[in-house]
């Protein structure tokens, strides 16, 4: 029987991480983990997440403690406080917890659902998804939709550029409305930030970016925003800033102590992981940094306002979860069963073969007579496996795969002496290959026919409940 692995999952989010720690979690980029994680021994399928808030990784292996060892150094650097390991339920169900956004730092906000649709490609690119990520994946982002069609979860949910922009009107000591600001990238979040000071009717607002074009363009689309400049002009665009937003995906500091050098009095928010502002900046006399774990207090306003959708969301998440659970015990039960199917279909036509070359020696054979013995071995084969095949089925609703084994044991002593399909071929019977996967060897050419397709009563029988 092939077993279709476990998921374990490891995560360092700001629930438990700090932002530093959450930066070191993220050095390398998704697909790089991946490849990393799919060399570990015993992984056949890898998945990671990284945005501001979280490093996350998933493995999929034969074995629990495979898939555990496999993620051992995932965050090295992070102590263990701050480093969450989840077993194949935690896993399923903190997934569809994230994308929802129950687990955002901005309860229900919105960015997350791309952000992890963003992350399967990456991760199939370089072939981590497999059919267990899958399924597990889909139904996150499935559960995700839901939330935010169905309930209120998002209604009033604010970003982290708008968390930034509350921050700031409440420790500003003049109203926001008069404050010269700048926004240091004009990505995703950088956009947030802008579109959250435009809303806010600042006095100036310039977005400073690599590429010119790209801040250009997004200063087009803003209400105040006065100018668009690159990189190469943030020390004069700070010196001229009362508030800078910091929103860039650069790997190194964009803003430093000498950066601010003509700065005077000004306020630093760093939304960007990893940080944008070199943490040396904290000392420099006039100038005030904060970062995202600085927000907390600000979105926490946010996530009172919304706790009966985040109750509703919950319910919604359990009847996702029971399932999927449900889902994956159907097709393991499943692929036990069909491989049950394809030994006695292999005994059956080797037998059929001998009986029919026996009578044929004692006399001719009309097509209605072979017809009658091919009917009662199918006749046989089926009223034999019915009882099995209900006893696989209720033993995996139960997690019981011993039994599943030992019923299959019984059922034929010699099966596993019956050619039957690698594990990767069974897979790939079932559904297209995933990234980097490799073409599927030849079959046994005595197994060709059912090997391609199972008889008609045997699909029957599968689909019967």
């Given at each position: ?40 021994e015993g992984v056949t399928e890898a998945f990671s997440l990284q945005t501001c808030n979280r490093a996350e990784a998933y493995v999929v292996t034969e074995d629990a403690a495979d898939g555990r060892r ?396």
């Amino acid at each position: 029987m092939r077993s279709a692995g476990v998921i374990s999952g490891v995560s360092v989010a700001h629930d438990r991480a700090s932002v530093q720690e959450i930066e070191c979690a993220s050095e390398d980029d998704v697909q790089t983990v991946v490849d990393y994680l799919l060399a570990q021994e015993g992984v056949t399928e890898a998945f990671s997440l990284q945005t501001c808030n979280r490093a996350e990784a998933y493995v999929v292996t034969e074995d629990a403690a495979d898939g555990r060892r496999a993620l051992d150094d995932f965050a090295p650097e992070v102590r263990d406080g701050g480093v969450r390991h989840m077993d194949h339920e935690e896993s399923l169900r903190h997934l569809m917890r994230v994308s929802a956004g129950l687990e955002s730092l901005v309860l229900g906000e919105d960015q997350i659902i791309g952000q992890v649709k963003a992350a399967i490609e990456a991760s199939r690119d370089v072939g981590g998804i497999g059919p267990m990520l899958e399924d597990a994946l889909l139904k996150a982002v499935h559960v995700g939709e839901r939330a935010r069609s169905e309930t209120a979860i998002n209604e009033g949910a604010v970003s982290l550029g708008s968390a930034a922009v509350r921050l700031a009107r409440s420790e500003l000591d003049d109203p926001i409305e008069t404050a010269q600001t700048l926004v240091v990238g004009a990505g995703e979040m950088g956009t947030l930030a802008a579109q959250a000071l435009s809303s806010a009717d600042v006095a100036e607002l310039v977005v400073a970016n690599r590429t010119v074009g790209r801040a250009e363009s997004l200063v087009e689309d803003l209400s105040g925003a006065t100018e668009a400049t690159g990189l190469d002009s943030i020390e004069s665009a700070i010196a001229a800033a009362d508030l800078v937003i910091t929103a860039t995906s650069s790997p190194d500091y964009v803003v430093e102590a000498a950066t601010l050098a003509d700065a005077g009095e000004t306020m630093l928010i760093d939304i960007a992981q990893p940080r944008d502002v070199d943490p040396a900046v904290g000392d420099l006399t006039d100038v005030v940094v904060h970062d995202i774990d600085d927000l907390e207090t600000v979105t926490d306003q946010t996530e009172v306002q919304r706790e009966r959708a985040a109750q509703q969301v919950e319910v919604m998440i359990d009847e996702e979860f029971d399932r999927l659970l449900a889902a994956y015990k159907r097709k393991r039960a499943d692929e036990a069963i069909s491989s049950m199917y394809e030994a006695a279909e292999y005994v059956k036509r080797r037998e059929v073969s001998t009986a029919l070359s026996k009578l044929e020696a004692q006399g001719d054979l009309n097509d209605e007579q072979r017809e009658t013995v091919e009917s009662l071995a199918d006749a046989l084969v089926g009223q034999i496996l019915a009882a099995p095949t209900k006893s696989l089925r209720d033993a995996a609703g139960d997690d019981d795969w011993t039994t599943i084994q030992t019923a299959m044991r019984l059922f034929d002593p010699g099966f596993d002496d019956i050619p039957t399909r690698r594990p990767d071929e069974q897979a790939e019977s079932k559904r297209p290959s995933f990234g980097a996967s490799g073409s599927r060897p030849d079959r046994n050419s005595d197994r060709a026919e059912s090997d391609d397709e199972l008889p008609r009563r045997v699909l029957e029988q599968l689909s019967d409940d």
